[in-house]
């Protein structure tokens, strides 16, 4: 019956995402379908992932990672399921999407209409816990070629944001060790309704703020009598885990009340759309706000004065610098051999060529 079941969801899978929308698409219309599960990463970009007229090949091919060979699926000859051969299976968080989709142009040639279907984030929760417990990314296709990637073979490598205390000391209860490999720099930014004055915030500012300490933003240079709307991220989440240990420690989180927003997309939004939004605040990752999910009605705040450049993530001088990291259990070789070649001359030359910051 789980057969039957699995067998099932991969054909559904295929049909759904060959009427979805491709990567390279112009946005959808307000009333479109989207393009992945709602809770998946894909529902959380508003943005054209497409490459752009620029791109150039980096990896020569046929390299080291390829996909391995596919067979038709019994009963349906038309319709092929593919091993993962030398390329790891992927999971991650939503602001590594355009990096796994770089990949694959780079590595398995893939064209812009299959990568929707083959980069099928989960977001970072699922993906640590698929990771941790040995399970599989399901219904990942390549849909030109009819193809659906074996739904069996368990995430490989997840791409994102590093595992929080729950995760790793669930990755420790079940006793595997994850190796983290640091591959890029991105900033943890703060973000205001672009009609709020203030301009920047200092740390111990936006502590107090998100401790309770601080409630009117008269206190840090900005309306008077207007009260401070602290926005938060479900724990668990990528930038949820960044805001808990990086940016408060042992300070105390105020109880986010009303003010909690399941998707940073949705985050974005009530900052810069809801009624009161002149009075938000928030938080995400700089490359999501300024290459996934853009909007004008949004400002994002310096820190202690520091603008959150490339210049100053490579150098440390914006407080909140963060890493991406290629997180795989011990032991897994061929996740291994992938991470390693990620922090190469030639892996972080595609890091960069996604539009992130190389750590070198």
């Known amino acids: 019956m789980k057969a039957i079941k699995r067998w099932t969801g991969m054909l559904l899978a295929l049909a759904m995402l060959a009427a979805g929308l491709p990567a390279g698409a112009e946005e959808p219309p307000e009333n479109a379908a989207a393009p992945a599960a709602e809770s998946g990463s894909w529902s959380q970009i508003n943005q054209s992932l497409a490459r752009g007229e ?16 596919a067979r038709p699926l019994e009963g349906s000859p038309d ?34 209409e299959d990568l929707n279907g083959f980069v099928n984030f989960s977001t970072t929760p699922v993906a640590y816990e698929r990771l941790t417990e040995g399970k599989a ?17 368990p995430v490989d490598l997840v791409l994102g944001t590093g ?5 790793r000391a669930a990755a420790e209860k079940a006793g595997k060790e994850l190796v983290m490999v640091p591959f890029c720099c991105d900033a943890f930014v703060f973000l205001v309704n672009s009609e709020n004055p203030v301009r920047s915030l200092t740390v111990d500012q936006i502590r107090r703020i998100y401790s309770g300490r601080i409630k009117l933003w ?16 479900p724990h668990g989440s990528g930038s949820q885990t960044a805001m808990e240990e990086l940016v408060m420690g042992n300070w105390p989180l105020i109880g986010t009340g009303m003010y909690i927003s399941d998707g940073m997309s949705d985050l974005i939004a009530q900052i810069g759309n809801y009624d009161n939004a002149r009075n938000a605040i928030g938080y995400s990752y700089l490359y999501y706000v300024e290459g996934l999910y853009k909007s004008g009605s949004i400002r994002v705040l310096d820190v202690d004065g520091v603008s959150p ?7 440390g001088a914006y407080p909140f610098t963060v890493n991406y990291y290629a997180v795989y259990e011990k ?3 061929t996740a291994a051999r992938f991470a390693d070649w990620l922090i190469s001359d030639e892996g972080q030359a595609c890091v960069a060529q996604a539009g992130y910051v190389s750590l070198r």
């Not at 990896?59 to 990672?65: A, D, M, N, R, Y």
């Not at 989709?101 to 590595?107: K, N, P, S, V």
């Not at 595992?163 to 995760?167: G, I, Y």
């Not at 008269?218 to 991220?233: C, F, L, N």
């Open 54 to 69: 620029d791109w150039v090949r980096i990896v020569s091919l046929p390299g080291e990672f390829q996909l391995g060979e």
């Open 79 to 112: 319709l092929m399921i593919a091993d993962w051969g030398s390329y790891p299976s992927m999971d991650g968080s939503t602001v590594c999407v355009p990096l796994a989709m770089e990949l694959a142009r780079q590595w398995l040639d893939l064209q812009e």
């Open 137 to 153: 990314n399901p219904m990942v296709t390549i849909v030109s070629r009819k193809t659906m990637m074996d739904g069996a073979h």
């Open 163 to 167: 595992p929080n205390a729950d995760e």
């Open 218 to 233: 008269s206190d840090v240079g900005g309306d008077e009598k207007s009260t401070i709307a602290p926005y938060q991220r």
């Open 309 to 315: 450049s490339p210049e100053n993530m490579r150098g």
């Open 331 to 333: 032991g897994n070789e």
